[in-house]
């Protein structure tokens, strides 16, 4: 069964702090990514990756970097926490591929709260 | 511009009962179709899918329905149970988007014992 862990369940941070969020899954994806969801407004794509050192802006970005060292491990940083980026944040990932959709299979989250 | 659409934020249904869900987009160049359903405190799980070829797929209680003129797809649930009580998620893939993910905004679906 493929696992999906992302490090801590809840964060509470102040403003203008450095934030990191980690993610790890166990099962040699490619495809990585980060969510945010918010009441209303469902799922938000912040960033992805395909592959080792590769990153991909989402429909989100502003405000977030990522970093992806390892092939199982991408992490999410705020650079300077604001409190507009309260939110959930779901990490997921996936096998590669452009033709049939293969499922995301996304972590637990990490409610982050920025005071 | 949301591209993906549902409309009602919460259904309430009796056990037993359907539950029909409903989701509107307005990207015509989505390929595949999908529904998630979250649980509190767990990340969502992947429920069932439909490609854009198709108007129909079914899973044992779960049937989502793809009306490609009207943009529309519904989610039934037949028959409801308390333990599908959950935030259920819309979501399409745009043609050659990989496994990027258009989500709408959740239903949350509550099942009456």
């Known amino acids: 069964d493929v696992k999906v862990t992302q490090s801590s369940r809840y964060l509470v941070k102040r403003t203008g702090e450095k934030v990191f969020l980690e993610c790890v899954q166990d099962m040699d994806h490619e495809n990585m990514f980060w969510y945010r969801q918010d009441p209303g407004l469902g799922l938000r794509l912040i960033y992805f990756?395909?592959?080792?050192?590769?990153?991909e802006k989402g429909d989100i970005p502003e405000g977030y970097s990522v970093s992806r060292e390892k092939k199982e491990r991408f992490s999410l940083i705020l650079e300077s926490a604001s409190t507009n980026q309260t939110s959930m944040y779901l990490c997921?990932?996936?096998?590669?591929?452009?033709?049939?959709?293969?499922?995301?299979?996304f972590g637990n989250g990490t409610r982050l709260t920025v005071t | 511009d949301q591209q993906v659409k549902q409309n009602s934020p919460s259904l309430s249904v009796q056990e037993g009962r359907i539950s029909i869900l409903n989701c509107d987009y307005t990207?015509?160049?989505?390929?595949?179709f999908l529904w998630y359903k979250k649980y509190p405190a767990e990340g969502p799980t992947f429920l069932i899918s439909?490609?854009?070829?198709?108007d129909k797929n079914e899973d044992g209680r779960f049937t989502v329905f793809l009306n490609k003129s009207a943009k529309h797809l519904s989610l039934h649930i037949v028959p409801s149970q308390p333990g599908d009580s959950a935030v259920y998620f819309c979501a399409a893939r745009g043609l050659n988007a990989g496994n990027m993910l258009t989500f709408g905004g959740g239903t949350r679906l509550m099942v009456k014992p």
């Open positions: 997921a990932s996936t096998v590669a591929g452009q033709g049939a959709w293969t499922p995301l299979h």
């Open positions: 990756s395909y592959d080792v050192k590769m990153k």
């Open positions: 439909i490609s854009s070829i198709k």
């Open positions: 990207n015509s160049m989505f390929d595949y």
